[in-house]
């Protein structure tokens, strides 16, 4: 990666990450968008998940930490994943199922985290069902937050390249 180039890709990614930590609506985050973004761009792996990791962590300590992180932290390790796919494949369709793709994920095992090792719900089909549809709400804002700062990163950087060829990574 050039160095111009990773100064936007760094700058991006800095700034998303620190919106996590201004007031917004449950759910509306950018860590998915980081992932995939991470996952898409850096061609180190470990930068990858390093940075969607990092940032959680960073805002973690001030926002607080809470119960079945490593499950939160597992779905974005595997949201990176999708991102990794996404390599030298960012057309918008394609970034765009990908975002859908780690939203579901994000939703399926954070929830069933919830119920399996949390005490809110019996350990039943009906305890998981009731889970899932008390977590509907947050899906949409889920969803919501993730399209949003998929957009901003990615976008970002496609106009960048536009207007800088020269940032435009060799493929």
């Given at each position: 990666?050039?160095?111009s180039r990773a100064l936007i890709v760094t700058g991006l990614i800095v700034a998303a990450a620190a919106s996590r930590?201004?007031?917004h609506p449950p759910n509306v985050a950018p860590i998915t968008a980081l992932a995939l973004f991470s996952g898409a761009h850096f061609s180190n792996k470990r930068f990858a998940f390093a940075i969607p990791l990092s940032a959680l962590l960073?805002?973690?300590f001030v926002l607080g930490f809470y119960?079945?992180?490593w499950i939160v932290y597992g779905a974005f390790c595997l949201i990176a994943c999708i991102g990794l796919l996404l390599r030298r494949r960012t057309k918008g369709y394609l970034v765009a199922g990908a975002t859908l793709a780690g939203s579901?994920?994000?939703f399926a095992l954070t929830n069933l985290g919830v119920w399996?090792?949390?005490s809110l719900y019996p350990k039943t089909s009906d305890g998981l069902i009731a889970c899932y549809v008390a977590a509907l709400p947050f899906f949409q804002n889920t969803i919501l937050g993730d399209c949003l700062y998929t957009a901003l990163l990615f976008g970002a950087l496609w106009i960048?390249?536009?207007k800088w060829p020269v940032i435009r990574e060799a493929s």
């Open positions: 990666m050039n160095k930590l201004i007031p960073l805002s973690d119960r079945q992180m579901v994920l994000f399996a090792f949390g960048a390249e536009a």
